[in-house]
């Protein structure tokens, strides 16, 4: 089946201005991830939901970032007030169940966002 | 808390040498660990995993990685380099019991020169 995917590829923005990332999980997978990887650096955990507990929210660096999922389907990260520092490649992931136990994390391609 | 060192941010080396790419974590509690590969252009893909058992993993494409536990290791090998090996690796560990969120190293651009 398909895999994960996300929109748009590449965004470019203005500083000040918001944007959404949209994700689309593989169908059935009730988990769900959000990473950041800048420049030269390593990916960064921001927010995880499962199912329909409440999302782990604590790798979010402020709060101009939130995001949401509707079901167990598409997430939103949304980043309002956009700086720079905020430009990366935002990556997606889902598995198909989280918690404790391991489960593969299946990655999408990512957004890669450019703040001017 | 978790993290995760790469201790080398790039790797340059001849197609057919010998490569290790090193990683060391630190944790206050028991850890999954991975290899994850990131081709020019392409998404995040698994190259493979220590979850239990055998200390020693491979991957499908002749990359190896030993856990250690009392060095708090997990070095990636391969004995002979293709070119298309070229592409940036990542280190993660996965702790037990939180969630699912994976901590990544910063990352070892390998390029594979002929």
């Known amino acids: 089946g398909a895999g994960v995917s996300q929109s748009p590829s590449n965004k470019v923005t203005e500083k000040g201005k918001d944007v959404e990332l949209r994700c689309d999980p593989i169908?059935?997978?009730?988990?769900l991830y959000w990473y950041r990887q800048r420049l030269g650096q390593g990916l960064e955990f921001l927010i995880y939901?499962?199912?329909?507990?409440?999302?782990?929210k604590s790798g979010l660096p402020s709060d101009r970032f939130s995001a949401e999922r509707t079901g167990e389907s598409v997430s939103t990260l949304t980043i309002q007030r956009t700086q720079q520092e905020d430009s990366a490649v935002y990556l997606c992931?889902?598995?198909?169940?989280?918690?404790?136990?391991?489960?593969?994390?299946?990655f999408g391609p990512g957004t890669r966002l450019t703040v001017l | 808390a978790q993290s995760v060192t790469q201790l080398d941010s790039q790797v340059p080396v001849f197609e057919e040498a010998p490569v290790e790419l090193r990683c060391n974590y630190s944790?206050?509690?028991?850890?999954?660990l991975f290899w994850y590969v990131q081709y020019p252009n392409q998404g995040l893909q698994l190259l493979l995993k220590?979850?239990?058992?055998?200390?020693l993993v491979e991957s499908i494409n002749g990359f190896e990685a030993e856990f250690n536990k009392s060095q708090t290791s997990f070095h990636l090998r391969k004995p002979s380099v293709h070119i298309s090996d070229t592409a940036e690796y990542f280190c993660?560990?996965?702790?037990?019991?939180?969630?699912?969120?994976?901590?990544f190293g910063q990352g070892t651009e390998l390029s594979v020169k002929p």
């Open positions: 220590y979850l239990s058992g055998s200390t």
């Open positions: 169908s059935g997978h009730t988990a």
């Open positions: 992931a889902s598995s198909s169940r989280g918690g404790g136990n391991y489960n593969e994390q299946f």
């Open positions: 939901f499962q199912g329909n507990s409440a999302p782990d």
């Open positions: 993660a560990v996965l702790p037990y019991n939180q969630g699912g969120k994976l901590i």
């Open positions: 944790s206050s509690v028991s850890v999954y």
